[in-house]
């Protein structure tokens, strides 16, 4: 990826492709876009569903809004890690799109909106869980719905050292949310991990997604939840932002919204990243993006 190289053409006209998307000043702009380029040359898989029958890296980006923000995902990706999505989820899709399903609609996971979707860290329930959660708007409605973020470190302040201790312990077991198909509860395992300085969570507080065994980590549990609602922030994107969560430092959710289930809803685009996809817990063998 490092020797791939643009045309100054190239560039000129993904730049005009790319204006669509609000904010980009915020980003390195030339890095950006040739790692966007770059990474969607390096994917098969989105390639293949947007390049109309030919393989020109190019050509994809010029399907309108919504490839351009599938590119600048993919190219935020690749400035923070690897790309991956599971099989179980979505059918394996490298980017998704979250949007209100009426079959859904009361169900607890990113394609619901009836009820709240409660404080929760991504894929909680598997071993290679993302690092990095990118969440692209590309539609929001006048009433528009946030995103609720607390971060692992503002909830633990206020929390007890013993209530610490009760979710540093391997007691806790995480249940898939209902976007998977045929997955299982996890292994027991701890909440809270990492030094108190930079604790690292892994929690969803969705009725029944966490239970722990003992009555000191059931309650432990219960007041991590509360403290991770007492100090959510909303963040409303608007069409054309993303925001970047680390997976590893803060919990998100959204409340409850009104859907008609048409082409007026809330549209978002998500990638899931990992710092090294590669090696460590519930690694796929290299070089599988899509882990079964
Ligand atoms: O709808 C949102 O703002 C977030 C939904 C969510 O939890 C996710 O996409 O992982
Ligand atoms: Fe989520």
């Known amino acids: 990826m490092a020797n791939y190289w643009i045309s100054a053409q190239e560039r000129r006209s993904l730049s005009g492709l790319l204006a669509p998307i609000r904010d980009l000043s915020d980003l390195d702009d030339q890095l950006s876009l040739a790692r966007t380029a770059a990474a969607m040359a390096s994917l098969a898989v989105p390639l293949k569903a947007f390049a109309d029958g030919t393989t020109d890296a190019w050509l ?22 690897e790309c991956f999505a599971f099989q179980a989820e979505r059918d394996g899709a490298l980017v998704q799109d979250i949007r209100p399903g009426r079959a859904d609609a009361g169900s607890r996971s990113s394609a619901g909106s009836s009820v709240e979707l409660d404080l929760h ?22 009433d528009a719905v946030p995103t609720m973020i607390a971060t692992a470190e503002a909830a633990l302040a206020r929390l007890t050292v013993a209530d610490r201790e009760q979710l540093r312990l391997p007691v806790f077991r995480f249940r898939p949310p209902a ?9 027991p395992g701890p909440v809270l991990q990492g030094p108190d300085s930079a604790p690292l969570l ?30 959510a922030t909303p963040v409303t994107l608007d069409a ?20 008609g289930f048409d082409s007026h809803d809330r549209w978002l685009k998500r990638v899931y990243v990992a710092e090294n996809l590669w090696t460590g817990p519930g690694a796929p063998p290299h070089p599988t993006r899509v882990i079964t």
């Open 60 to 81: 994809v980006l010029r399907h309108g809004d919504t490839a351009v923000m599938e590119g600048l995902l993919l190219g935020l990706s690749a400035l923070l890690g």
């Open 121 to 142: 860290t991504e894929a909680a329930f598997h071993p290679r869980r993302p690092d990095f959660l990118l969440l692209g708007c590309l539609r929001q409605p006048g």
């Open 179 to 187: 976007t998977f198909v045929d997955a299982t509860l996890s292994p």
């Open 202 to 231: 892994r929690v969803n507080c969705n009725p029944g997604h966490t239970t722990a065994s003992g009555a000191e980590a059931a309650e432990a549990l219960d007041r991590l939840a509360a403290a991770l609602r007492a100090c």
């Open 240 to 259: 054309g932002d993303v925001l970047v969560l680390d997976n590893r430092r803060t919990a998100h959710g959204r409340p409850a919204f009104a859907a």
